[in-house]
């Protein structure tokens, strides 16, 4: 506790801190006012509503896949702070452009576009444009907000500030996603332009971070890049395993949030309110999990507990699916507000199945990322990372386009979500298997010593 708010007093963190929750904050604001508002006021169907949710997904996961090795190698050969301010300028323009898109539907502007033979709307379009920039601006600071904290933290302190940036980043979440279910769309088209100005500012304080050992020259063949980091990046079990568990967690992860609002509008009758709230209980989940098993560990960075969280995941998923087929038992005939969802029985079991879900994913996600950034030599964290994107990104497109097929055959909500149950057990089978990978490197670095 007592380096967590050192660290926060620290202009070696502070500055990269808050510049990570105003683009978590941002991203979500704009993310769930869109999908909330296309789902509960463009869309009547539930199969168009978890397509739609779907492809969003798909569009803010693509540029992960295809852009990452590159992110990766500017990251490594370049200052790190000097390509967060300038991510942070660009996020000012695509703000504008989603913006613009929120303000148009809210209008009622709803000129028929075709976008490869779909039938749409030009404001569907500038939206869904917006989001696949924003998984671009997400892709460049991604491999940074991990990569750089070994260069500006001492090493005891890196596991103290992974837990900080990824508690801080599900906090911002939290607080995006709940001004998006509660603040009028077109309210939400001026803070998104804001907090991007306000991002950009603050970005400006982050110290430098120059590249650390030989610079190289930078490979912009994408899919020779992408190939060639890949299998540099994993010939090491330990961040071999790491990756593939949390690709593994992310798909996991991909398949939950598409089937949210969906599953509130069409399941639980519940309102917009309340399908941001879902996404709330979340998000304090994650941080709880965050934090709980930075103190667990005590600063050290193991996977010892991963394999019994996500096992603890999955038995919450699979007590989620039970509530919801019992609430269609006796389901409400019109959306309920919040008063009303909570009002309703077993209203409160839902909302502990999904923080139960949550903390457990947190607790199995933290130590992981921590393994990528102090098992990797300095000079290739963001490479590793990048090489952490790609997979991860691979895997969530995977599991959204499961989602869209799902959807395309008519597969109900609800019966998705023991998808994700069944997901689990081979993440935690990942899990283990790290952890045999960290007591076998453990001990050949004791006989070696």
């Known amino acids: 506790m007592f380096t ?7 202009r070696r963190f502070l500055p990269l801190f808050v510049t990570q929750l105003f683009n978590a904050f941002n991203d979500n604001l704009y993310k769930t006012a869109m999908v909330l508002f296309v789902v509960y006021q463009i869309y009547e169907s539930e199969e168009a509503e978890g397509m739609f949710s779907a492809v969003a997904s798909g569009l803010f996961i693509l540029p992960f896949f295809v852009l990452s090795a590159l992110a990766g190698q500017l990251a490594d050969m370049r200052d790190k702070a000097m390509i967060i301010r300038r991510v942070k300028a660009f996020e000012i323009l695509l ?18 576009v075709s976008l490869f033979g779909i039938q749409t709307t030009f404001p569907i379009i500038l939206m869904l444009l917006a989001l696949f920039m924003t998984g671009i601006q997400s892709t460049f600071l991604g491999p940074i907000k991990y990569a750089i904290l070994p260069q500006h933290l001492k090493r005891e ?9 990824e508690a801080g980043t599900y906090i ?23 907090t991007s100005i306000a991002g950009y500012l603050v970005s400006r304080q982050v110290p430098p971070a120059p590249a650390q050992g030989e610079v190289e020259a930078l490979d912009w063949h994408i899919l020779r890049a992408s190939n060639r980091l890949i299998r540099e990046t994993m010939h090491n ?3 071999y395993y790491a990756i593939l568990a949390i690709s593994f967690f992310w798909t996991i992860g991909a398949v939950l949030f598409i089937q949210f609002p969906p599953l509130a509008k069409n399941v639980l009758m519940a309102s ?21 098993v930075g103190a667990l560990l005590k600063g050290e960075v193991s996977a010892r507990y991963a394999p019994q969280s996500v096992i603890a995941m999955g038995a919450f998923v699979v007590a989620f699916y039970a509530v919801c087929k019992v609430w269609e038992t006796d389901q409400p005939t019109q959306l309920l507000n919040v ?4 009002a309703w029985p077993m209203a409160s079991l839902i909302l502990l199945c999904l923080l139960g879900v949550a903390i457990a994913g947190g607790m199995f996600v933290v130590p992981l990322y921590a393994f990528l950034t102090t098992r990797a030599s300095p000079e290739k964290a ?10 991860n990104s691979g895997a969530m497109v995977g599991g959204s386009l499961l989602a869209m097929a799902m959807s395309a055959a008519g597969v109900p909500i609800v019966e998705q979500v023991l998808i994700s149950a069944a997901m689990c057990l081979f993440s935690a089978w990942l899990g283990r298997k790290l952890l045999l990978a960290e007591r076998e490197a453990a001990a050949s670095a004791a006989a070696a010593g």
């Open 272 to 292: 917009k309110e309340v399908a941001s709230l879902f996404l709330v209980v979340f998000s304090i989940g994650v941080a709880i999990g965050s934090v709980a």
């Open 339 to 342: 008063g009303g969802f909570l």
């Open 95 to 112: 703000m504008l452009i989603g913006a613009s898109g929120l303000y148009l539907a809210w209008r009622g502007y709803d000129l028929p």
């Open 4 to 10: 967590s708010t050192h660290l926060l007093r620290s």
């Open 157 to 165: 302190e890196v596991l103290a500030g992974t837990g900080l940036v």
């Open 172 to 194: 911002a979440i939290l607080a995006g996603t709940i001004l998006a279910g509660w603040i009028p769309v077109e309210v939400a088209a001026i803070g998104i332009i804001i």
């Open 237 to 239: 079990r330990e961040i």
């Open 382 to 391: 963001s490479r590793t990372i990048a090489a952490n994107n790609i997979v």
